[in-house]
DNA sequence: TGAATTTGGTTGTATATACAAGTTGATCGG
DNA sequence: CCGATCAACTTGTATATACAACCAAATTCA
């Protein structure tokens, strides 16, 4: 195709692949057309579609995995993290989950982990509670829950009002620090069952430790599916496909 | 040069000019060898050795031009980066992590997104460092951390003591504030070569941010493989097979 | 002398080819 | 039903070659 005269290339077979892109003809994380289809399609020679879509990839509109293919990068790698925070904390602020439902409430042999992120001795009973967090009808967080026995009194004077994780958290008591670790794991057959998710489906996991003046409160994992992990319709976390 | 085994060609290239900028044996502003020249050195077919230079080049190491040669590019004053160097080697002896090695230090234009993060204009001078944190052996964590230039004189008049990355990230300036936002990604192909790991697996990433009272200091990406995270040793979170 | 041209070297673009490395899905055998 | 193997395809690295675009210095010529 003769886009402008002496256009180079590799530039011309960019300019398409940005204009599918920006216009949506080639949605997020869809796979595009591979170096040699483009070469093909161009009849240029393979080098010269893998330098268009080399460049593309620096400039993070494109990612590639070897053996698979290319693929549409989402905005977010190239739109600013601040806006990407702001957005969480809006979230934060109005409540982001329509429902939580409780599915079970014991009390439990504390588990090593939990044993030493309360400050617990193991195997001392601890209440245990798992709640699943919806989004649009969607299950999109379990959450399993270790609480200090000692520290309940606290605990069940709350009037459980189930809006954010944060409220939820805060309501168990006044926070004087919050730990967390936030990974990527594959989840275990109890999220698989209740968030509904193949065991293949990378999860979001974050891990929180709430403290009081008694001490430590409760221990938490709430552990969200990757693939419907939202926030404010901007920021979609998704691992693959 | 011998070079360690499966390194790539081009590779072992750019570590050979990237030698001989850091150590000043190739001043700033000199002509370096031609991309014929370096493909002889080496025995590599020219596009191999343009390579090299190519890359290089878009890091901001040198610059070219046509008709005449690659001479090498960084105004900025070498001694800052070798300070940070130092900085580096610091928390190797003292740090938490059993072996941090500094994988990469060079002054790069700003990418969009850290020149949001850290108020800076497009494509302005920043100082780039790459760090891989290991435990036990394994690499754990790899660390791209962008530094802004003028608050340099602040981030080098520090007393580290460096135990831990959220003390080594602190250090750096009287923290004012420090956002930071965690995610799930795939590692891109940097943290998968630096760690090890296949494209496939979760990996945690974080991204944070500092300042000190006269503004943005830096800006992190701290990206961990899933399967290999550990806290303190007593929480083991591994994924599942 | 001074301007135009040639010449040699350098980077830029492009092609054709080959093999390595990695993923996916189908096929086959127990 | 499960695992191993294989085939097809994709991206990654590397080579060898050719020509274009460009610059600088030497050469040539008025």
């Not at 798992?130 to 959450?143: D, G, M, S, T, W």
């Amino acid at each position: 195709m003769d886009n402008s005269v002496g256009q180079k290339k590799f530039a011309t077979i960019k300019d398409y692949i940005l204009s599918q892109v920006e216009t949506a003809a080639w949605p997020e994380h869809s796979r595009i057309p591979s170096e040699n289809e483009l070469a093909t399609q161009f009849a240029v020679s393979r080098m010269t579609a893998r330098r268009a879509l080399q460049e593309l990839t620096e400039q993070g509109v494109l990612y590639r995995t070897q053996g698979v293919g290319s693929f549409v990068a989402s905005p977010k790698s190239q739109s600013s993290l601040l806006e990407i925070r702001n957005i969480a904390d809006e979230i934060q602020r109005r409540g982001h989950f329509h429902k939580a439902e409780l599915v079970q409430l014991t009390s439990l042999p504390c588990p090593a982990v939990v044993a030493t992120a309360l400050g617990l001795s193991r195997n001392a009973p601890v209440f245990f509670s798992l709640i699943v967090h919806y989004e649009n009808q969607q299950p999109l967080q379990l959450e399993a829950r270790y609480v200090n026995p000692e520290q309940v009194p606290d605990y069940l004077a709350q009037d459980f009002v189930l809006q954010t994780p944060h409220e939820y958290l805060s309501a168990v008591a006044p926070l004087t620090d919050a730990e967390h670790i936030v990974e990527a794991v594959l989840p275990d057959e109890l999220t698989r069952q209740h968030l509904k998710i193949p065991a293949s489906e990378p999860c979001l996991r974050l891990t929180r430790r709430t403290f009081s003046r008694g001490g430590a409160v409760s221990f938490a994992y709430l552990t969200s599916a990757g693939s419907r992990y939202r926030l404010g319709g901007h920021l979609t976390i998704q691992p693959k496909t």
